[in-house]
């Protein structure tokens, strides 16, 4: 039997931490969070859970300062994952996005600098803060010029980590990620689930802009990334930053929906209609800073991660497409395949 890679065999045993410190992480209930805290809590950490739509001791608004203040207390590093995490989202809610992701990030940084004994960060970022960068692959030297809202908050967000880890010796390290894909706790309209549940169904793939060019990573490989830096910055370790955490091979949209056809043996069509003028239209990122720096490379092709994903599909319900931090009444419509 194959063995779930989410246990991290490829870490060494000398980069877990034994001391089992306290991890915060930010949106742990999200699509990487809820992943990430599983298995830092399989390798040894103590994880404190920090989001929107959890219940209890784990529930928490990045917006609330004292909340963050709070949850970052005891912490000796912060994953931070929590904000309005996709583009269309951004456009839709501009405001919304920046008080989420600027203004919580200020939060978050506020709460660090007031610890005794500062905790490390992990930042999520996104390919987002490039815009469409040339030439391809994108390295991490790249001109920033995001194109749309949320590319834009991340990259404030970038800035004011530098800025506290220059000024005040923050251990920092900013992770870029591109589309993330595979685990259940997805939105159900985002590229990938959307396709591949179209496809189970025999429904039609709406593809928006099919020559658009994206790196799409696999869950799990991006996970065991994250883990990689958590015991590097736990060991004392100062990392380069930013660092793409991506697979760097290139997919474009029309490649993806014939793909995910292919491996689930499915009759749907595919309905091609143009690009949004807010997304970028090519990306995909060098992956060798990472692997000098974490010893890390992504491993899963994306046919297996997409063959995985078709499998666990089946009888389950992914999350809805409108998220709960956007407006009760929000009456602007939100399409499948959205990126």
């Keep these: 039997m194959r063995k779930n890679r989410l246990n991290l065999p490829n870490i060494p045993s000398n980069m877990i931490s034994s001391a089992k410190k306290q ?29 929107l739509n959890a219940t209890g001791d784990g529930y928490g608004d990045i917006r609330n ?23 269309i989202y951004g456009e839709q809610f501009p405001e919304l996005c920046r008080d989420i992701n600027v203004g919580g990030m200020q939060n978050l940084l506020s709460a660090i600098g007031k610890q005794q004994e500062s905790p490390w960060l992990i930042f999520a970022s996104s390919r987002e803060v490039y815009g469409n960068a040339e030439p391809l692959p994108v390295k991490e030297s790249w001109p ?9 908050t991340k990259l404030v967000s970038e800035e004011m980590i530098l800025q506290q880890s220059k000024n005040e010796g923050l251990r920092a390290v900013i992770l870029r990620f591109s589309n993330v894909f595979g685990g259940l706790n997805d939105y159900e309209d985002r590229v990938i689930p959307a396709f591949v549940n179209a496809a189970l169904h025999n429904s039609p793939l709406r593809v928006d802009g099919e020559a658009s060019t994206f790196d799409f990573t696999f869950l799990e490989d991006v996970v065991e990334g994250i883990v990689r830096c958590c ?13 793409h955490l991506v697979s760097g091979v290139p997919t474009t949209l029309g490649e993806l929906a014939e793909t995910i056809l292919e491996i689930t043996g499915s009759n749907s069509p595919i309905e091609i209609t143009p690009s949004r003028n807010y997304d970028v239209g090519k990306f995909y990122g060098d992956p060798d800073e990472a692997f000098d720096a974490l010893g890390w490379r992504h491993t899963t092709p994306l046919k297996t991660g997409l063959l995985r994903l078709a499998e666990m599909l089946p009888g389950t319900r992914l ?21």
Excluded: M, W
């Design 23 to 51: 991890v915060l992480v930010t949106g742990s209930g999200g699509l990487i969070g809820s992943s990430l805290c599983k298995v830092l809590l399989n390798n040894g950490y103590k994880v404190k859970g920090f989001d």
């Design 65 to 87: 300062r004292e909340a963050v203040l709070k949850a970052v207390e005891g912490c000796a590093g912060v994953v931070h994952l929590a904000a309005v995490s996709r583009v």
């Design 144 to 152: 920033l010029q995001p194109i749309n809202t949320y590319g834009e």
């Design 231 to 243: 015991s590097l910055l736990e060991s004392g370790k100062t990392l380069p930053s930013p660092v």
């Design 319 to 339: 999350r809805p497409g409108r998220p709960t931090y956007l407006p009760e009444n929000s009456v602007k419509p939100i399409t499948l395949n959205q990126v």
